[in-house]
């Protein structure tokens, strides 16, 4: 009987012991599950309230700022903060992005940005077209085209790309006639036919629109004329939607060769192609600026 009595308590004793350490196991997985949860949590609140990286991009005054500008809201929902860093001239915006101070620019066609690299030993790349902007002749001292005289004088930008741009929407309007194929890389020496015996002036392309006062016309960048307050409305000529200018001069986001692809410049590029953008542009500019998405 004793020994019965010793057997039962030494059972109950066991069962007691496995009991606690079921309650100990349970509790300590209790204590995991909220502490996992807690760390989620805090995890998901950190995301949500993180600070904005910076994405800093250079660009011309108009209308490449504007439409940065424009772009910043919808940055910002993708975790950016733009800093825009305007420039007047088409150098200076390259040589920061080469040497780091920029991740970004934005005022230039791929044909300038190419010679550009030629030029200057520089590996620049275009992460996507954003836009295009119609080059205008605009009137200086003659008023229109048909009242031009011989010998008149002509103002057009003087960097390789953008010149041939210029004597194309000449040639188009029958002002001259330049050497068959040249296209995009037209210079002054291919022209073959000058009935008016135009006096083309090259000039810093910034600077072209400042010269109408002293030439009878000028073929200006679109941004240029933008600065200028020309509108495209008054210009006596401007390219047109389909051609080779238009299409080939279409203004991209440039970046360092290897940062294409970056989640910065994936963002940058999604925000500037948004319906919020796009609206920007056709409301702002009236046609002056094309969007090209």
Do not use: W
């Not at 007047?88 to 005022?107: H, K, M, R, T, W």
């Amino acid at each position: 009987m004793k020994k019965r009595i010793l057997l039962a308590l030494g059972l109950a004793s066991l069962l007691a012991l496995a009991g606690c350490g079921k309650k100990a196991a349970d509790t300590k997985t209790s204590s995991e599950s909220a502490s996992q949860s807690v760390s989620e949590s805090s995890s998901e609140s950190a995301a949500a309230t993180g600070e904005l990286k910076t994405i800093t991009v250079g660009a011309s005054p108009a209308p490449h700022a504007e439409i940065l500008e424009a772009a910043k809201p919808v940055l910002k929902e993708e975790g950016y903060d733009l800093k825009i860093v305007e420039y007047n001239d088409y150098i200076q915006p390259n040589v920061a992005l080469e040497s780091g101070e920029l991740d970004a620019n934005y005022f230039q066609h791929y044909p300038y940005l190419e010679n550009f690299n030629k030029e200057h030993g520089t590996k620049l790349d275009s992460a996507g077209a954003i836009h295009y902007e119609p080059f205008g002749i605009y009137a200086g001292k003659t008023k229109s085209l048909d009242a031009l005289k011989d010998g008149a004088k002509v103002s057009v930008p003087n960097d390789a790309t953008n010149e041939a741009r210029a004597l194309l929407l000449l040639e188009a309007n029958g002002l001259l006639k330049l050497k068959e194929g040249v296209g995009i890389n037209a210079t002054k020496q291919d022209i073959v036919e000058n009935p008016k015996n135009l006096d083309i002036q090259e000039i810093e392309a910034a600077q072209v629109a400042r010269t109408l006062s002293d030439v009878d016309i000028a073929v200006v960048n679109g941004n240029y004329a933008i600065q200028a307050g020309l509108k495209v409305s008054d210009a006596l000529a401007i390219e047109d939607a389909k051609s080779i200018a238009a299409t080939t001069y279409a203004n991209i986001i440039a970046v360092r060769d290897g940062d294409q692809k970056s989640d910065a410049t994936l963002a940058l590029i999604k925000a500037l192609e948004s319906d919020t953008v796009k609206k920007f542009i056709e409301t702002k500019y009236n046609g002056a600026v094309v969007p090209m998405f």
